[in-house]
């Protein structure tokens, strides 16, 4: 890892923990004023979770729930923002001055600052090229090859090919490798053994019409 990489995780980790004490914060609020507690502090306390949330598993890398959901939320927090300061225009060309600023008013400015960087981590949180969503496609993928051989030791797919013609492969399980078997109409045979079943179907897909779905366990 670069320095700079190393440098930018770290101002992300700082952030974290500095983000997580509001929420924090606020259970202290609920546990301390109960059954007296109002139920805007409640859901704001549950925004602020699950925002938390979001950010652990941007900066860490890891998929949670659906990555529809971040982008959704991610959009919802920039309208707001911008709702915000539809706001803070309006009355600064009313007022033609900053005193109209109370003291909650502020507080809410600093505060959407503060949520800024949130609002970043959760929009790249929801891009389909996030690394985590990336990394959890990948381990998916990985378990459905392991799980071809579960209760076969070869497995065969095929299809038929506008320029090849019928197209049939097998894989065979065999000691610490595995066997592909290709077949075409147009007389071509090709056998290639891979130390490992996602190189092989990495190889079937790239150069073949064949993907690893398609493969079933032979009989």
Request: glycine share 4%; charged share 15%; proline share 3%.
């Amino acid at each position: 890892m670069c320095k700079k990489e190393s440098m930018r995780n770290i101002i992300w980790n700082i952030y974290l923990f500095v983000f997580a004490l509001l929420p924090m914060s606020g259970v202290y609020v609920i546990v301390t004023r109960m059954p007296s507690i109002d139920v805007g502090v409640i859901i704001g306390e549950i925004f602020l979770m699950t925002y938390l949330i979001g950010l652990f598993g941007c900066i860490y890398k890891k998929a949670i729930g659906s990555r529809i959901f971040w982008r959704a939320l991610s959009l919802f927090l920039i309208l707001m923002l911008f709702i915000l300061l539809a706001i803070l225009l309006f009355m600064f060309l009313k007022y033609q001055s900053l005193l109209f600023l109370s003291i909650d008013m502020i507080l809410n400015v600093a505060l959407t600052i503060m949520m800024l960087p949130l609002i970043y981590a959760l929009w790249s949180y929801g891009k389909p090229n996030n690394p985590a969503w990336l990394l959890f496609k990948n381990s998916e993928v990985e378990k459905h090859n392991n799980a071809l051989f579960s209760s076969s030791k070869s497995v065969v797919a095929s299809l038929i090919s506008e320029t090849q013609g019928k197209i049939s492969v097998s894989i065979l399980k065999q000691v610490k490798k595995y066997k592909v078997i290709i077949k075409t109409e147009i007389n071509e045979f090709e056998v290639i053994e891979f130390n490992d079943i996602n190189a092989a179907l990495n190889h079937i897909e790239t150069n073949y019409p064949i993907m690893a779905r398609d493969f079933k366990p032979s009989t």
